[in-house]
């Protein structure tokens, strides 16, 4: 988590600095691919926006699922721990009680997501002061209520070799364990799916997608390392016979509180303001889900197209906000049947997404390199060579995660990384094959080069 958080940070800086040129080059709530289509030539432009597309809008929907469902049993957990825990006859919910909490999440996310823009703008606001101001008060609260913190040798140097997986290899120990900061990192496409509801959005839209990248940067790796300097007794933590019932991160702010004051209260309040905060960031995903799906339908790429780019007098599109909420719940109901399979989720979300965003920086790179128009944010000279690392890297990740987490691998422990993005693939390009090339032009052409 600590040193991989480095590394990611690193590349993922370049996927970022790529895009933000794009994006001032091409301000479109169609983003990328819109770019895509703009950068691959006349000749794959409609073939490039179309897989394009389809893994962005996928990638945003597992996001959306990844983050509420995640909310869900984090306020689980928490009602757990308030009424006992698991050790002193506190609620377990059952897989259908957790499903229900995270249908009332998504009916909130969908409300407030039909309210006008300027109340998203204030949500976007508070989300980024809630964050910043959240993670200030636990790098601070949480070190400082530790009775026991664990060395800056196991901070940054400690991989965890007994973890039941039958995973011993360090090198690929840490390797898999990029998946998280890679997740967590995604998402900043957002600011250009926004750009047509934003003043300047040449400037304000590539700025956004670097700025967010930055910050979250920073912020998640103090975090990250205020977390584990608690992390004293790795099997404990991750033992569903705790108070917690496994959950780590849960157990160990409350452990670290019923040390120092006998109570566990004050780790549902920092609980609390973690969950607050994941609420916000799946506000934020069903807005993003929202305008790639408006511009996705307006250009007719989506079945009955014509009912989702509808908006209402306050400009917001609000038929694909709430297909976006029952998309999103029903990708959680495979977590009815399968853990496993809806773990993988989380790795559609990061792949998905990362394949879209390498798609339109892959033709920057290559079929436009020298057509390519700049914007008034641009990298200059090292445009290319940013560019290709970042594609380079997304080809890292995508092969890394389709990787088994387990030996040996079995039905209960099977990635289905990439049976569920070769999928994407497969229907993406099978439909374009079979059906969509007869009719699909590519996006409307409403800007041209900034």
Request: glycine share 10%; with cysteine.
């Amino acid at each position: 988590m600590t040193l991989g958080w480095l590394v990611v940070a690193s590349f993922n800086g370049c996927v970022a600095l790529s895009m933000a040129e794009i994006c001032s080059a091409y301000p479109t709530s169609g983003g990328l691919y819109y770019w895509s289509a703009k950068l691959a030539g006349n000749k794959w432009a409609s073939l490039a926006s179309w897989v394009t597309g389809w893994f962005n809008i996928v990638g945003q929907w597992a996001t959306a699922t990844s983050v509420d469902f995640s909310l869900a049993q984090l306020i689980q957990v928490i009602i757990l721990l308030a009424t006992g825990g698991t050790n002193g006859g506190g609620y377990v919910a059952s897989k259908y009680v957790v499903l229900a909490i995270y249908g009332f999440i998504l009916i909130l996310h969908g409300l407030i997501n039909s309210l006008p823009i300027h109340w998203l703008s204030w949500f976007g606001q508070l989300g980024a002061f809630w964050n910043a101001a959240g993670v200030l008060v636990l790098v601070i609260l949480i070190p400082s209520v530790a009775k026991e913190r664990s060395s800056a040798d196991f901070i940054f140097t400690h991989l965890n070799t007994d973890n039941g997986m039958g995973i011993h290899n360090k090198a690929y120990i840490l390797g898999v364990g990029l998946l998280m900061s890679n997740y967590c990192m995604i998402g900043y496409d957002t600011s250009a799916h926004m750009t047509e509801e934003t003043k300047n959005a040449d400037r304000s839209g590539p700025i956004g997608i670097v700025t967010s990248v930055v910050l979250s940067n920073i912020f998640g790796w103090i975090y990250l390392v205020t977390l584990t300097s608690v992390v004293t007794d790795i099997p404990y933590l991750l033992s569903a016979d705790n108070d917690a019932g496994g959950y780590a991160i849960a157990q160990a702010l409350h452990t670290i509180f019923n040390q120092r004051y006998g109570s566990g209260v004050g780790g549902l309040v920092c609980l609390g303001v973690i969950a607050v905060a994941m609420f916000l960031c799946g506000v934020a995903s069903i807005t993003s889900n929202s305008r790639m799906g408006y511009a996705f339908s307006r250009d007719g790429a989506m079945p009955y197209s014509h009912l989702w780019h509808r908006v209402t007098k306050h400009e917001v599109p609000l038929n694909i906000v709430w297909l976006s909420v029952l998309v999103a719940f029903a990708m959680a109901l495979t977590s009815l049947g399968s853990q496993v399979a809806f773990q993988a989720m989380v790795s559609i979300a990061t792949l998905g997404l990362y394949i879209s965003y390498a798609l339109p920086i892959f033709f920057r790179v290559t079929t436009a390199r020298k057509s390519f128009v700049r914007g008034p944010f641009h990298l200059g000279r090292y445009g290319v060579i940013i560019g290709w690392a970042a594609v380079l890297w997304v080809v890292f990740i995508t092969v890394l995660f389709s990787l088994p987490v387990a030996y040996p691998v079995g039905k209960d422990v099977f990635n289905y990384t990439p049976v569920a993005v070769g999928g994407v693939l497969l229907l993406s390009v099978g439909s374009w094959v079979f059906h969509a090339r007869f009719w699909f032009k590519g996006p409307i052409v409403n800007v041209d080069t900034y």
